[in-house]
C-alpha cells in the first residue's frame, strides 16, 4: 500500500476529528431554523506543509524509523552477505584458468544464477517488510500529528493549507512565498507538545534493506 495514501489518509482523519470537535453542534432550546448566512470572501493566507516529511522529521518520527533499522539491521547483514558472495563467485569464474572445463564453468554458472535468484527474492521480502513497518509507524505518528496542524494553522489566521507532499494527482504548488511553509513550526511545535526527546543519532545509522538489482550474467569468455 502507498505510504502517501496511508499518511495522506492519518492526516485527514485527524484534520476531520479536530474540526468535528469544533464544529459539533451545542445543545439549544431554539427550534427555529437559523438564518442562512450568506458567504464572504475573505483575504486569503495560504500555509504549505510537507505532511509525510513532517510526521517522519518530529522526534517521534525518527524515534520510530531507528528501532525500524535496527529491527531489520540483521536482515540486511544477510542480504550484503549474499551480495558479496555472488559477487565473489562471479569474480572466480571471470578469473579461471582457460583450462576450466566447460562442464566445470556450466556448474558455477549455475550456482551463481541460484544465489543471484534467492538474494534478489531475499531483498525484494526484506523491502516490502521493511516498507509496511515504516508505513505502519509513521502513519500512526501522521494521525497524532493532525491536531497540532489544525492548531497552528488556527492561531496563526491561515485560510487555507496546501500539503506538498509528493501525492499522487495531488495538489502540485508552483510557487510560493518565501515564509509560507510551516514545516518546520509544525515539527516544534509538534516536538514540544508530545514530550518525546530526540533520539540519539546512530554512528553510522543503519540504513534499510536495499532492493538489490540482479547482477549482470557472467558469460564464458
Given at each position: 500500500?502507498?505510504?502517501?495514501?496511508?499518511?495522506?489518509?492519518?492526516?485527514?482523519?485527524?484534520l476531520?476529528?479536530?474540526?468535528?470537535?469544533?464544529?459539533?453542534?451545542?445543545?439549544?432550546?431554539?427550534?427555529?431554523?437559523?438564518a442562512?448566512?450568506?458567504?464572504?470572501?475573505?483575504?486569503?493566507?495560504?500555509?504549505?506543509?510537507?505532511?509525510?516529511?513532517?510526521a517522519?522529521?518530529?522526534?517521534?518520527?525518527?524515534?520510530?524509523?531507528?528501532?525500524?533499522?535496527?529491527?531489520?539491521?540483521?536482515?540486511?547483514?544477510?542480504?550484503d552477505?549474499?551480495?558479496?558472495?555472488?559477487?565473489?563467485l562471479?569474480k572466480?569464474l571471470?578469473?579461471?584458468?582457460?583450462?576450466?572445463?566447460?562442464?566445470?564453468?556450466?556448474?558455477?554458472?549455475?550456482?551463481?544464477?541460484?544465489?543471484?535468484?534467492?538474494?534478489?527474492?531475499?531483498?525484494?521480502?526484506?523491502?516490502?517488510?521493511?516498507?509496511?513497518?515504516?508505513?505502519?509507524?509513521?502513519g500512526?505518528v501522521?494521525?497524532?500529528?493532525?491536531?497540532?496542524?489544525?492548531?497552528?494553522?488556527?492561531?496563526?489566521?491561515?485560510?487555507?493549507?496546501?500539503?506538498?507532499?509528493?501525492?499522487?494527482g495531488?495538489?502540485s504548488?508552483m510557487?510560493?512565498q518565501?515564509?509560507?511553509?510551516?514545516?518546520?513550526?509544525?515539527?516544534?511545535?509538534?516536538?514540544?507538545?508530545?514530550?518525546?526527546a530526540?533520539?540519539?543519532?546512530?554512528?553510522?545509522?543503519p540504513?534499510?534493506?536495499?532492493?538489490?538489482?540482479?547482477?549482470?550474467?557472467?558469460?564464458k569468455?
Open positions: 500500500m502507498n505510504r502517501t495514501l496511508t499518511l495522506v489518509s492519518a492526516l485527514g482523519a485527524g476531520m476529528t479536530v474540526a468535528g470537535m469544533a464544529q459539533a453542534p451545542q445543545p439549544t432550546t431554539q427550534t427555529a431554523p437559523a442562512a448566512v450568506a458567504p464572504q470572501a475573505v483575504p486569503a493566507k495560504i500555509a504549505l506543509i510537507e505532511y509525510e516529511q513532517v517522519a522529521a518530529t522526534n517521534e518520527g525518527q524515534h520510530a524509523i531507528q528501532g525500524i533499522q535496527t529491527k531489520f539491521a540483521p536482515k540486511k547483514a544477510q542480504i552477505s549474499e551480495s558479496t558472495e555472488v559477487d565473489s562471479k572466480q571471470q578469473s579461471a584458468p582457460s583450462t576450466l572445463s566447460d562442464e566445470e564453468r556450466a556448474s558455477r554458472l549455475r550456482t551463481i544464477d541460484t544465489k543471484e535468484k534467492q538474494l534478489q527474492r531475499d531483498a525484494e521480502d526484506a523491502q516490502t517488510a521493511y516498507n509496511a513497518d515504516l508505513q505502519e509507524a509513521l500512526k501522521a494521525q497524532k500529528l493532525g491536531p497540532t496542524v489544525v492548531k497552528y494553522v488556527q492561531e496563526n489566521g491561515y485560510t487555507l493549507l496546501l500539503d506538498l507532499s509528493q501525492q499522487q495531488g495538489v504548488v510557487w510560493a518565501p515564509g509560507t511553509d510551516i514545516s518546520q513550526a509544525i515539527i516544534t511545535a509538534y516536538n514540544a507538545s508530545s514530550g518525546v530526540a533520539p540519539t543519532p546512530s554512528a553510522p545509522t540504513s534499510h534493506p536495499r532492493s538489490t538489482t540482479s547482477h549482470s550474467s557472467t558469460t569468455k
